[in-house]
């Protein structure tokens, strides 16, 4: 790694020497004597300063030697023999998702498509061989031989073996796998004990020096160096997403090596990158240690990951949706369905409600939602906080287990323009009752292109079953509910709309006829 000093920029050797000598003025003026005096401009900019000294852990080390010295030893290659059914298209040249997790599909393919890299480029993915084979990365974590990597890595499975930093090669048996999450958990019986590292305990701050080892391209003990870039990134790759951006030079091979921070932790499993050729553009993702800790704790104890369950459908409230609540903030996460017989039904949640806070911690939106929901065991009791016609309620809820084909979070209000305002909603409309299109709502027989009802994705044969937290049966019901809401000086007005694909909330905004 090539770092610039100050000799080889003076303008810059100039200003440290000028930060050093303010600091310095600033400890004498509140001092013990107290009587130093600074003039005014220095002052401000003294006052302005870190008043917390910056430890050496924040600065990049002179060399990574150390830490590497430490903990390459318990970082592994992982090589995979396919199965044959798995292996053909793989050989052909990498063009088939059919090995890769359903929730990761889309985000390999939008980062992924053309250049030198085949279909899966933008993956962080085992690197590919002829005779049905693969190799990806992984790291101990227990002196017994359990070691940590990709569920991606470890697909379609025939057998499993590790080459340790010492040149063995042996063994591994899949303890269990977490598609949701992408990591997977091995066991090595011989040789132990094993070297092994540590997972973090904190999450790292945008900012901090790390360190990637692994297996890119088949060269085992490969060490890369960069900084946390970002910190909760949703990529679409699932239900969960909450990575860590790194700039740590990551490509194919490097899938479920570890990366480190400069005490020597895991703070990661690197699980991607954003490539339109396949390589390293200073754009990986790596799932941060916490979501490691919780789904290896589980896979270790059962040898699958058991998440606590609600039973809702919800989707993210957004600025109109905020609007027609009469919120101030765009935040949590909008109920759009409690599924009968659910935790969350029992407790008497519905259809409306605005989740804010899970025991007293605050709810950013459906997605954090999902996330803090899943990180508990089925059978804990929480405490939701909701919004429910302008006032704060609470519910307690004692958690179920979520099954595998429930979708966790949904119906995303993916309608055109916001703001998009008239009076009119451009709907032609019938009492549902009248066509066939169920007993509940009024249905829509007919949309204008142009109006705003279109604008936010309302379509034929869709039936509005709520029209601001109402109930509506007759075009009158929809006209009258949109009045309120206008009278009530709401800035837009909220429907709850049914079709085949499920319920959503879609949010229309009012403006005056003469705006």
Request: proline share 6%.
């Amino acid at each position: 790694m090539t770092q610039k000093t100050a000799t080889s920029h003076e303008p810059r050797r100039f200003h440290r020497k000028a930060l050093a000598s303010v600091a310095a003025v600033t400890l004498v003026a509140t001092g013990a004597l107290g009587t130093a005096v600074l003039p005014p401009s220095t002052a401000a900019f003294a006052q302005a300063l870190p008043q917390t000294p910056i430890t050496t852990a924040e600065h990049p080390p002179g060399s990574f030697a150390p830490i590497v010295n430490r903990v390459k030893p318990g970082v592994v290659s992982v090589k995979v023999k396919l199965k044959d059914d798995a292996s053909d298209d793989e050989e052909a040249g990498g063009q088939n998702l059919q090995n890769v997790p359903p929730q990761l599909r889309d985000f390999f393919r939008r980062f992924g498509e053309g250049g030198q890299g085949g279909g899966m480029g933008g993956m962080a993915r085992p690197q590919r061989h002829g005779g049905g084979a693969a190799q990806g990365s992984g790291f101990f974590i227990s002196a017994d031989g359990y070691v940590v990597t990709n569920n991606h890595v470890v697909t379609n499975a025939k057998s499993v073996e590790v080459t340790l930093d010492d040149g063995r090669t042996l063994p591994a048996k899949i303890i269990g796998t977490d598609p949701k999450t992408d990591l997977a958990l091995l066991k090595v019986t011989d040789g132990a004990p094993f070297p092994y590292v540590k997972l973090a305990h904190g999450a790292p701050q945008v900012g901090d020096w790390v360190v990637a080892i692994g297996n890119p391209f088949g060269l085992g003990g490969t060490v890369t160096a960069g900084i946390v870039s970002a910190r909760g990134r949703d990529i679409g790759a699932g239900p969960y997403d909450d990575f860590l951006q790194i700039d740590a030079p990551i490509n194919k091979g490097n899938s479920g090596g570890p990366t480190f921070n400069v005490s020597g932790e895991v703070v990661g499993v690197n699980t991607a990158i954003a490539s339109p050729s396949g390589g390293n553009v200073g754009l990986a993702f790596a799932i941060p240690s916490e979501t490691v800790q919780a789904v290896v704790d589980q896979l270790r104890a059962d040898g699958k990951v058991a998440r606590g369950y609600l039973g809702l459908q919800i989707q993210p409230v957004t600025k109109d949706i905020a609007d027609s609540l009469g919120l101030d903030k765009a935040k949590g996460a909008l109920v759009t369905s409690a599924q009968d017989g659910t935790p969350a039904a029992k407790a008497g949640l519905k259809s409306g409600d605005v989740v804010q806070a899970v025991n007293g911690e605050a709810v950013t939106d459906a997605r954090e939602l999902s996330r803090k929901i899943a990180s508990l065991k089925p059978g804990t009791k929480v405490e939701l906080a909701y919004l429910r016609g302008g006032k704060t309620e609470t519910a307690q809820v004692t958690l179920g287990t979520l099954p595998n084909d429930i979708k966790v979070a949904s119906a995303d209000d993916r309608g055109g323009r916001q703001g998009d305002s008239q009076p009119r909603l451009g709907l032609s409309l019938a009492p549902a009752g009248q066509i066939g299109a169920g007993q509940e709502g009024v249905a829509v027989v007919a949309v204008d292109p142009d109006g705003p009802a279109a604008a936010k994705g309302i379509q034929e044969g869709d039936v509005i079953l709520d029209v601001g937290g109402q109930p509506v049966s007759t075009l009158s019901d929809v006209a009258s509910r949109i009045r309120a809401a206008e009278s009530d000086g709401r800035k837009a007005v909220l429907m709850r709309i049914r079709n085949d694909k499920g319920t959503r909330f879609v949010a229309i905004g009012l403006q005056s006829k003469n705006g």
